[in-house]
């Protein structure tokens, strides 16, 4: 019975020294909760203007990323965010936002390897929180295809882009990075 509270202990002294080199060693995992969202309008932005993607709705569209990949960069490091945030109507409650976090760990292996996606929603007081993660929204909340039939699922879409590590806008092109 002792084991327990054994191999719980060592997950603390792991924890903890994961947590006493996280200064300068970049994470091999980045597990990212509603708090990474908050301050998301400060972060590097990108207005994408109006954006025919689905579900846009034809809606002024930005870009959010924080960090932003070093230049040269081959892939993008564990714990980038990326807001993506369609202003759907005059009210932001009614906004869609859609985030992709680096959580890394092997996470998400056979879609967007390594990519957690999450559904944003913006509380009265305008702080967003988290709708959904994991590998793909809830049921209702994919795209629907330009002729209205299939709906996508984010690694149909964001899972073939191999080339540029999931991320598929052309100014988020690791080649072309500042
Ligand atoms: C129909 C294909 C398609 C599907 C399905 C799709 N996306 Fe995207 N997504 C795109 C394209 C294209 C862009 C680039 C938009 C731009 O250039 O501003 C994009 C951009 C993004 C971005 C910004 C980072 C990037 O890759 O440029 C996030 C975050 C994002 N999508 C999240 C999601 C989530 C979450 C889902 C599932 C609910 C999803 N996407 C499903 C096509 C898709």
Redesign the pocket.
Known sequence: MYLVPVRFASALLLAAALGGCASDVPPDVFIAFGEDFEDYPTWTSFD?GV?P??PSHEAA?F?YVDPMPPSGSPEFPVGTR???EQRVGEDPAGWVL???VKRGGGFNADGAPGWE???LALADDGRPFIAWRGT??ADG???TAPDGGEV???N???GSATYND???????DLTALP
Do not use: E, K, T
Not at 166 to 172: F, G, Q, R, W
């Open positions: 994408r954006d993607i689905p569209s870009l990326i807001v993506r859609h985030a992709m996606f999450f559904g793909g929204p909340d994919g795209y996508l699922s984010c149909q879409c964001h999931s991320v598929l806008s052309p100014v988020l």
